[in-house]
Every structure is written in C-alpha cells, then in structure tokens.
C-alpha cells in the first residue's frame, strides 16, 4: 500500500514519465498513450482514493464501448478499508 501511494504521488508530478510507461507497456502510440494517461488520471488522486462517481463513469463506458463484458458498480469493486489503516501512519510524513 505504500508503494502505491508513492507510485501515485509520482503519477501526479512527472506525467511525461507515466505517458512514456504507458506507451512501452502496452505498445500504444504517443497520441494513444496520452490519451489513456488523460483519460485515467482522474481516476487517481494523491491518497489513494479514487472518486466513486468518477470510477463509475469510467467502467460505465468501458461498458458501453465493449471494453468490460458487464456492468460493474464502483462502491461494490472498492473497499478503502486497507488503505485507511495505511493513511493513518503516513499523516505525519
């Protein structure tokens, strides 16, 4: 859990990396790339917790455009449980 909150406090301030990770790994173009980098960014804030009616728009067109093969809800696929006990420790850093 802390990795991922250092990895998303990186997302945040050096987006040209995360453009260029997202190209190589999945071997989309530049354009494409950013635009997946534009498209799930935000989703993702600093402490982890996504917004919920953001989270559902996203897996609503997902849905819509063939990408998931059902709907899915977003407060039934997210438990913040884990990540508050995580939260707790990292507030004095």
Request: charged share 25%; glycine share 8%.
């Amino acid at each position: 859990m802390e990795a991922l909150l250092d990895a998303l406090d990186s997302i945040e301030t050096d987006g040209g990396k995360v453009v260029g990770n997202i190209q190589k790994q999945w071997k989309l173009t530049p354009a494409l790339a950013q635009e997946t980098q534009k498209l799930v960014r935000p989703t993702l804030v600093t402490a982890g917790r996504m917004n919920f009616e953001d989270v559902q728009e996203f897996l609503d067109t997902a849905y819509q455009n063939g990408q998931i093969q059902q709907k899915a809800n977003s407060k039934a696929l997210m438990d913040y449980g884990p990540l508050d006990e995580v939260l707790k420790t990292r507030r004095g850093k």
